[in-house]
């Protein structure tokens, strides 16, 4: 987990799941729905498909670059999901970076007669960990096409779907991260920082200007996974005290309900305690404050 006063925003603090976010209630299920997580093939991803699978979708899709990785992450929650789980799971191939192969998932979608009802996005673009000036224009525009462009690419396509799912509201979950708001928690990766940060901004302005009866927009740092994407950064397991992947996965599943409602366009952190948020003085300020929770300038 990540210190200081935002990781004591809520009192308690979580690093596992807990029973508001079960997936598993009743209030939480996604009975009948069609889901799919980019990068869900490990990690974070692959703990957001665990949710939703005990959430009872009816389809679990998962997305990620690698088709080796992908099937494997596929065949293991099959696995793991046992028989008493009716829904379907699939992976598929797609590089969320490249603008043809989106088109030809979307596409896909629809031949198919497939009907998203939720969207996780969740896979990321990482810029070396170097000052902005020092990786370039060209390097940190890589990770701007990934962390904003694409990030755009598919929430347009998932909104403009043609067909009915299986409610009338759909519901998009942006994995962001603390760093979009803290750049001294994340003074190493100014360029994810940023980019990530433009990410959240683009959803947020998608969030103002769509009612959320017809798509729910939530965004949330995950908190501090020990993933693969952690060991790719040069992290250890005995670094810090790790969160469960079990807080982001459940967190998901929480943020694509109709409890989460209130929080239409904001940004959270998985670790803060949802009834804490429901109720109390931090809903008064959500529902009074249209800044709250939201990227803007500190002090104003």
């Given amino acids: 987990m990540l210190f200081g006063k935002y990781a004591t925003f809520t009192d308690p603090i979580h690093k596992t799941s807990y029973a508001a976010i079960d997936p598993s209630r009743p209030e939480l299920s996604q009975a009948g729905k069609t889901v799919v997580i980019t990068g869900g093939n490990s990690g974070i991803g692959y703990g957001i498909a665990q949710g939703f699978i005990k959430a009872s979708a009816a389809r679990v899709i998962i997305l990620g670059r690698r088709p080796d990785v992908v099937a494997s992450a596929a065949e293991k929650l099959i696995v793991e999901a046992g028989a008493t789980f009716k829904g379907e799971i699939t992976g598929l191939v797609c590089d969320i970076g490249d603008a043809a192969a989106v088109e030809g998932l979307w596409k896909k979608f629809h031949a198919d007669g497939i009907v998203?009802?939720?969207?996780?996005?969740?896979?990321?673009?990482?810029?070396?960990?170097?000052?902005?000036?020092?990786?370039?224009?060209?390097?940190?525009?890589?990770?701007?096409?990934?962390?904003?462009?694409?990030?755009?690419?598919m929430t347009e396509r998932f909104y403009k779907q043609e067909g009915k799912g299986a409610s009338?509201?759909?519901?998009?979950?942006?994995?962001?991260?603390?760093?979009?708001?803290?750049?001294?928690?994340?003074?190493?990766?100014?360029?994810?920082?940023?980019?990530?940060?433009?990410?959240?901004?683009?959803?947020?302005?998608?969030?103002?200007?769509?009612?959320?009866?017809?798509?729910?927009?939530?965004?949330?740092?995950?908190?501090?996974?020990?993933?693969?994407?952690?060991?790719?950064?040069?992290?250890?397991?005995?670094?810090?005290?790790?969160?469960?992947?079990?807080l982001p996965g459940d967190y998901a599943v929480w943020a694509a309900s109709p409890e989460a409602k209130f929080l239409h366009g904001r940004f959270t952190w998985a670790a803060w305690d949802v009834d804490q948020l429901k109720t109390g003085e931090l809903r008064k300020r959500i529902e009074e404050e249209p800044a709250f929770l939201k990227i803007g300038i500190n002090g104003l």
């Fill in 168 to 246: 009338d509201t759909k519901y998009l979950v942006h994995v962001s991260t603390a760093c979009i708001h803290d750049f001294n928690l994340g003074n190493q990766y100014l360029g994810y920082g940023l980019t990530k940060n433009a990410g959240q901004l683009t959803l947020q302005l998608i969030a103002q200007d769509t009612p959320v009866e017809k798509m729910q927009v939530v965004g949330y740092h995950p908190g501090a996974i020990f993933s693969d994407a952690a060991k790719n950064l040069g992290w250890k397991e005995g670094d810090i005290t790790w969160d469960n992947v079990r």
């Fill in 116 to 153: 998203v009802d939720v969207l996780l996005l969740n896979a990321a673009g990482f810029a070396p960990t170097k000052p902005l000036l020092d990786v370039g224009t060209e390097g940190i525009w890589k990770t701007f096409d990934t962390n904003v462009r694409a990030q755009m690419h």
